[in-house]
């Protein structure tokens, strides 16, 4: 199996990637929030790997990092979602952000991604409630009520999901709700 790539980003082209080990050029598939991290084409990097073996084809996914290559992994065990959707779901959602909806049971943050209906969302939530890391569910349980509260007065207010979590990303971890809102609002404002 291989499990790592270390090499020169010889091209990339969302969600595909070109890497160049020692003159050997790996294809990955990417999730956008890898795809979005990479350095420029001729630079190195390292990205953690999953190789799917199938009847046809040798498919081989790369990630940034761990958490992303498990959760990746725990999607994939779930009957009905393939690497393709496990890559879409990662590309919509971040981990901490999975782990939050799963955690908050929130069928309608998974709903949003293309290619997730209903009742694959509602599945999803079930087979990944205790198998998800502890850890992820523990942070994204913590500070999670005054953030989904923040992220919740600004869907409210009609910003979008994806600007209402980068505004978020902008917060400290322990902000009161208040100053959470105004804090965020600032800083879509400019």
Same mark, same amino acid.
């Given at each position: 199996m291989?499990?790592?790539?270390? @090499?020169?980003?010889?091209?990339k082209?969302?969600?595909?990637?070109?890497i160049d080990? @020692?003159?050997?050029a790996?294809e990955?598939?990417?999730p956008?929030?890898?795809?979005?991290?990479?350095?420029?084409?001729?630079? &190195?990097l390292t990205?953690?790997?999953?190789?799917? *073996?199938?009847e046809d084809?040798?498919?081989?996914?790369g990630?940034?990092g761990?958490d992303?290559?498990a959760?990746?992994? %725990?999607?994939i065990?779930?009957?009905?979602i393939?690497?393709r959707t496990a890559?879409?779901?990662?590309s919509? #959602?971040? *981990?901490p952000?999975?782990a %939050?909806a799963?955690? &908050?049971?929130?069928s309608?943050?998974l709903?949003?991604?293309?290619?997730i209906?209903?009742?694959?969302?509602?599945?999803l939530?079930l087979?990944?409630?205790? $198998?998800?890391a502890?850890?992820? %569910? @523990?942070r994204a349980? =913590?500070?999670?009520?005054? %953030?989904g509260?923040?992220v919740?007065?600004?869907l409210? #207010?009609g910003?979008n999901e994806?600007?209402?979590? =980068?505004a978020l $990303?902008?917060?400290p971890?322990?902000? =009161?709700v208040?100053? @959470?809102?105004?804090l965020? #609002?600032?800083a879509?404002? &400019?």
């Open positions: 291989i499990g790592r790539l270390t @090499g020169t980003l010889a091209e082209a969302p969600p595909q990637v070109l080990v @020692g003159g050997v790996y990955l598939d990417v956008m929030s890898t795809f979005y991290n990479l350095p420029a084409v001729g630079e &190195r990205l953690l790997t999953h190789l799917v *073996v199938r084809a040798h498919l081989l996914y990630f940034g761990s992303e290559r959760t990746f992994r %725990q999607l065990r779930i009957s009905g393939g690497p890559l879409a779901i990662l919509g #959602l971040s *981990v952000e999975l %939050q799963v955690s &908050r049971q929130e309608a943050r709903v949003k991604v293309p290619g209906g209903k009742k694959t969302a509602e599945r939530l087979e990944l409630k205790d $198998k998800l502890p850890d992820l %569910q @523990g349980a =913590a500070g999670s009520d005054a %953030q509260d923040v919740q007065a600004l409210a #207010l910003y994806r600007e209402a979590m =980068a $990303k902008a917060l971890p322990d902000v =009161a208040s100053d @959470g809102i105004k965020a #609002l600032r879509l404002s &400019r």
